[in-house]
């Protein structure tokens, strides 16, 4: 028999409507790093939790080095070694990087902080692991990937063995991703054992030694990377065979639809404008990408454009009409469709029905109202029409309460009340965040299509193979600006890199004024 | 997640679930409080305590014309507050626009010369419109300038009040300033009894029971009723959705107003059991109490219409059966004592139900029955809270933070962690 330092055999847990994990066995070996592989739905996290002791299951047991255990809570977790970088950082923002890492396990003398000796500790851990952070550092004021190293410094710190890592990537740039995988693989080298959540399949294939696939809340099996491919993986997960790159073709630029001008938007948290002085158009039948890093202006800039904020400066067209200072209605009934960011705060009345939030967006249409009364029948109808053709899978079909929904699927709702608005201009920003690779590809070829039948699309990605894949023309952010305009077939990902990072820049706005 | 989760078990479950769980919740906390009233009792007087204690849950029964006259403002001021509620507005103003409304159907009583079939219509639509106008303010001064409505309809408790009682102090044909009360307001003026003995009860009750009819049809059914909800529980989504949230503030203050106003209305033009006499006010300064039933009988109620008739009758019976302890010697204080601690359990019940359904969950578990379709009913259950406890300030951390709604389940977890330690 083999010598595993954590498995969890055939666990089951329900939930109403849905039986998060059914009979499933993972096994984790010492010094391994494990990727685990799902679709979404609360698979996975609900795997993790139960794992975290943030669950009991109600079938199956817990084994540490072949001993069964009982974790009922993240302390007992944390005495058995196990410890997590959870994909939303659990970090006080205004205490420093020190005394977020020792928090709950301070050192103290008769209940005096003896901050020194954790200081100590801390260094000589982000010494040995190239983990590079300033101790004295406030937490809001570092960048989401130095706040990453410091829930891994957590876990050190607490001498955690078993370490879990739950979407790392998705808010990292893709150096960072390097460095990330470098950082992993010394880890696994030390004896330490990784559980690596993740969709993204290149990021498994480079640096995991096993991989486990998890499929509609079933165990599907647990294969060696270095006897698989990307192509095998991704059928196991989704269950067919899947495109990866975005099958489309040659754009064909119509009339402009939406045309920005000069728009500046105030920032929140500075003085400087948080978008400055920001002129494009987007066209008819093209997506045209804003790409950068996250925190860049993209956010201010597409609150400005849909209503959300007002805009300091500046003028947005779109078909024609001034809508700079238009209602979020009226730039809704002028032929806006916007698939926002967050998608719990804006895109969905999470307390609502499935089917009432199929019509947030159009309950006021006389296709659903009557007099001032909501035609029941007719939302329902819509609704189902809606659940069938994009395959928004809930416990209960139009009545389920959203809430209750996996993120996977909230977000293909709003995908589908969006598309199937009637629209000229769509904005999507991060429309596949989170989602598994059968979701990504369907809502790519949403996208494409939206393109095909004339609508313009203002593509907001972080994701660098979207960026390349889906759009039309690229512009890059950088610091409230776009420093360049690029075309995906003539550029590559390490160029655009430079851009991202503002290590490159044109003077778009001045060959613009020129031309 | 699976094609037969389609099926008749899950229909069932949801027509069950929210409903029902804060019926039962309401149940609970009724049952607590009286339990703990009955302690009170004991303690105040221990010789009398049982028959003391069972005229306030009996004693309605005897005068159950008052019960219903005595429900109904509460009832309107019940409706007032769940209403505002629904839409994320805390409407602690009843009482201002309560008071406000009975002056204007006074003033129209007193004042005015109309035939008497007209004259307490009149009445009513004038007190309809005093409350209006006290709760219109307060939503201006929310849609417009943001200002909280909490504090600007606490003030306007006050300014109603006195400005009532200076009013109606001020007025010779209102006020005997000997009595330092009201006159009788004239025959024509009073809403027809509904002639149960020695009781003012009169049509006002089903007129109330009709608006909460109606308030549910439009909560449940129109766009107004979708978008004010909507609102209520996502403020962020339902502007992301082009709904004219300032329209909507001001309208459901307006019309939450209007139904405090319409409470006391129906208080005052009440017929009196002695002929030639009414109900009087009596400007002395004190916030009617009435607003701050509303919120008890609210509460209580879910913010539901429906369920505020039920509370709210319930509320009144109980105050009417708690008068009557004086007989055994209990002050009336005491029974004030019950209805808060009634109110004071129902705004925990829905984490009572959790931790119910935990402590049956777990003790099932021991057991080592795991029935599949009982277990997740009471993970159903502990779902509810969710909705309670996420919609308030704190939510924008939940929201912000969540993949999924299992991330939420663990805040319940939290919460009801944190509820047992504390």
């Known amino acids: 028999m083999e010598n595993y330092i954590i498995e969890m055999l055939h666990i089951t847990k329900e939930f109403p409507g849905i039986i998060a994990n059914d009979d499933i066995t993972l096994q984790l070996r010492k010094g391994e790093i494990h990727a685990l592989l799902g679709e979404n739905g609360a698979v996975k996290s609900t795997l993790m939790s139960v794992l975290f002791g943030l669950y009991q299951a109600e079938k199956g047991e817990i084994r540490k080095n072949g001993k069964v255990v009982r974790i009922n809570n993240p302390n007992d977790a944390n005495s058995l070694g196990i410890g997590m970088v959870h994909q939303h950082f659990k970090l006080v923002e205004i205490f420093t990087v020190l005394e977020n890492i020792m928090l709950g396990v301070e050192p103290n003398k008769m209940g005096f902080l003896q901050k020194k000796i954790a200081r100590e500790k801390v260094i000589n851990l982000s010494k040995k692991y190239g983990l590079h952070v300033d101790p004295d550092a406030i937490i809001e004021k570092i960048s989401v990937g130095m706040q990453q190293r410091v829930e891994i410094l957590k876990m050190l710190y607490r001498e955690n063995e078993i370490l879990i890592f739950d979407e790392p990537t998705a808010v990292l740039t893709p150096q960072e991703i390097d460095e990330l995988m470098e950082i992993m693989r010394g880890f696994a080298k030390e004896g330490k054992s990784i559980l690596f959540i993740t969709h993204k399949l290149n990021e498994i294939m480079s640096v995991a030694d096993r991989c486990t696939v998890l499929r509609k809340g079933k165990c599907i099996g647990t294969v060696e990377i270095k006897d698989t491919t990307k192509e095998e993986l991704s059928r196991m997960m989704v269950g067919r065979d899947i495109s990866f790159s975005v099958d489309k073709k040659e754009s064909s630029p119509g009339e402009v639809v939406l045309s920005l001008k000069n728009v500046s938007v105030a920032s929140k948290t500075s003085k400087k404008n948080a978008v400055n002085d920001i002129s494009f158009d987007v066209r008819a039948g093209e997506i045209v990408c804003l790409a950068g890093i996250d925190g860049n202006g993209q956010t201010e800039l597409v609150s400005a454009l849909t209503g959300l904020e007002k805009l300091n400066k500046g003028q947005i067209t779109l078909c024609g009409t001034d809508i700079s200072k238009a209602s979020i209605r009226k730039r809704s009934k002028i032929g806006m469709s916007h698939i926002p960011e967050d998608r719990h705060k804006f895109g969905l009345v999470l307390d609502y029905s499935l089917e009432e939030n199929m019509v947030l967006q159009r309950y006021w249409q006389p296709q659903f109202q009557k007099n001032g009364f909501i035609k029941k029948q007719e939302v329902r109808k819509y609704a189902e029409k809606l659940i069938h053709q994009y395959d928004v899978r809930s416990g209960q079909g139009p009545i389920t309460i959203t809430r209750s929904m996996s993120g996977g699927n909230q977000q293909k709702a709003i995908i589908a009340r969006e598309i199937d608005k009637e629209h000229k201009l769509l904005v999507a920003v991060q429309p596949t965040r989170g989602l598994d690779v059968g979701a990504i590809e369907f809502i790519h070829k949403q996208l494409v299509a939206s393109r095909d039948a004339g609508e313009a699309v203002l593509l907001v990605s972080l994701e660098l193979d979207e960026v390349m894949d889906v759009s039309d023309r690229i512009l890059v952010m950088y610091e409230g600006e776009i420093v360049g305009e690029l075309d995906p077939k003539k550029t590559t990902v390490e160029e655009l890199g430079l851009y991202m990072s503002g290590a490159k820049r044109d003077n778009v706005k001045e060959n613009r004024y020129a031309e | ?422």
């Open chain 2, 1 to 422: 997640m699976q094609n037969n989760l389609f099926s008749h078990q899950n229909m069932k479950k949801i027509t069950k679930s929210k409903g029902f769980s804060s019926f039962t919740a309401a149940l609970l906390a009724i049952a607590l409080g009286l339990v703990f009233g009955f302690i009170v009792m004991i303690i105040a007087r221990p010789s009398n305590s049982i028959q003391g204690f069972s005229k306030v849950l009996f004693g309605g029964f005897s005068r159950i014309g008052d019960v219903f006259y005595f429900a109904t403002p509460i009832l309107m001021c019940g409706l007032s507050v769940g209403f505002a509620f629904k839409m994320g507005l805390f409407n602690i103003g009843a009482s201002g626009q309560y008071t406000m409304g009975m002056f204007f159907a006074l003033y129209v009583g007193f004042m005015w010369d109309l035939p008497d079939n007209i004259h307490w219509i009149v009445c009513v639509i004038a007190g309809l419109i005093g409350g209006l106008l006290w709760g219109l303010i307060p939503g201006i001064f929310k849609a417009i300038w943001n200002v909280n409505e909490v504090i600007t309809s606490i003030m306007f408790n006050y300014i109603g009040m006195y400005l009532v009682d200076m009013w109606i102090q001020g007025n010779g044909t209102m006020y005997i300033s000997s009595k330092t009360r009201t006159a009788y307001l004239p025959a024509s003026a009073q809403m027809p009894s509904l002639g149960v003995r020695n009781s003012s009860v009169n049509i006002s009750i089903f007129i109330a029971i009709a608006i909460a009819i109606l308030l549910y049809v439009i909560l449940e059914k129109t766009v107004f009723g979708y978008e004010l909800k909507a609102t209520g529980f996502n403020k962020f989504a339902s502007k992301y959705a082009g709904m004219n949230d300032k329209r909507n503030t001001i309208l459901t203050m307006a019309i939450a107003g209007a139904l405090s106003g319409l409470g006391g209305a129906f208080a005052i033009l009440a017929p009196s059991t002695i002929a030639g006499s009414s109900m009087t006010y009596e400007p002395i300064s004190v916030i009617a109490p009435a607003g701050f039933n509303g919120i008890a009988v609210a509460l209580l109620g879910s913010s539901h219409p429906i369920g505020i008739i039920f509370s709210a009758v319930f509320i009144s019976h109980i105050q009417r059966g708690g008068t009557l302890t004086a007989l055994y010697g209990y002050k009336p204080e005491i029974i004030d004592i019950v209805i808060a601690v009634i109110i004071y359990f129902s705004a925990f019940s829905l984490l009572m139900n959790t931790a119910l359904g935990n402590f049956v969950k777990s003790h099932r578990r021991k057991r080592g029955q795991n029935t599949d379709g009982q277990e997740s009913d009471f993970i159903e259950e502990k779902n509810n809270p969710i909705m309670e406890t996420t919609r308030g300030e704190n939510n924008s951390e939940i929201l912000e933070n969540t993949g999924s709604h299992v991330e939420v389940e663990h805040k319940i977890d939290e919460i009801v962690n944190h509820s047992e330690e504390a």
